[in-house]
């Protein structure tokens, strides 16, 4: 069964570096892109990123770009998103999915709740 | 970056009810679209893919139709277990954006 398991529920203070994850099993990991997607409490999805396993070639949405870093482990078939200096307004549920061969998210992930608060 | 727009926002339907949802680009993507439903709590879940190709499983009261910039996705008998929050996503060379979404429920 192809799935995408996320890492658990954080809370942390704003300020705070920040690392979760999303491993793959069931398919080829590192031939197809994996994407993020934020949805803040109560709003709908955005695209934050995907990034190519293989050689860890990433592209960033232009809303994201420079406040998230993505990257990949593809020997144990690991994509993270990262955060140096969480804000308050980062606090959302954060998902992991898989882009198939047609651009469309196919396999997601269980989610990340995120809580940024002082 | 391309924009993306749904209309409605929300709709209330009865049982059995063909229920339409409209999605536009901000420019022409072909047949780029991908249509997803999100119920609560929940991850979402792909249910058409490249406008109108329907995802394997996915039950065939599900429709998608359009090309270029306006696309429609449609339930030809709403069910119960429908209730949820639809939302359309064009992909452009690897760049993705999400419509805003549409909130289905029963009247």
């Known amino acids: 069964e192809m799935q995408l398991v996320q890492s658990g529920a954080e809370v942390k203070k704003p300020g705070e570096s920040l690392k979760i994850s999303c491993k793959g099993s069931?398919?080829?990991?590192?031939?197809?892109?994996i994407g993020w997607v934020r949805q803040m409490p109560g709003k709908g999805l955005e695209w934050m990123g995907i990034?190519?396993?293989?050689?860890?070639?990433?592209r960033y949405s232009p809303s994201f770009q420079g406040q998230v870093t993505i990257s990949a482990d593809k020997s144990i078939s690991t994509a993270y998103l990262q955060w140096s200096t969480l804000k308050a307004s980062d606090t959302a549920m954060y998902y992991c999915?898989?882009?198939?061969?047609?651009?469309?998210?196919?396999?997601w992930g269980q989610g990340t709740m995120v809580t940024v608060s002082s | 970056d391309i924009q993306m727009t749904q209309s409605p926002s929300s709709l209330s339907a009865s049982v059995g009810d063909r229920v339409s949802i409209t999605c536009q680009a901000s420019?022409?993507?072909?047949?780029?679209l991908n249509w997803y439903q999100q119920k609560p709590g929940k991850a979402p879940k792909l249910l058409i893919y490249?406008?109108?190709t329907l995802e394997t499983g996915v039950p065939s009261r599900f429709s998608g139709s359009g090309s270029g910039t306006d696309f429609t996705f449609t339930i030809s008998s709403l069910q119960p277990e429908d209730i949820a929050t639809y939302y359309c996503?064009?992909?452009?060379?690897?760049?993705?954006?999400f419509g805003p979404g549409t909130k289905v429920d029963i009247k």
């Open positions: 490249d406008a109108s």
């Open positions: 420019q022409d993507i072909s047949n780029s």
């Open positions: 069931g398919y080829s990991f590192t031939t197809y892109w």
């Open positions: 999915a898989r882009t198939s061969m047609r651009d469309a998210f196919d396999v």
């Open positions: 996503q064009q992909s452009d060379n690897l760049l993705f954006t």
């Open positions: 990034i190519y396993p293989d050689d860890s070639d990433t």
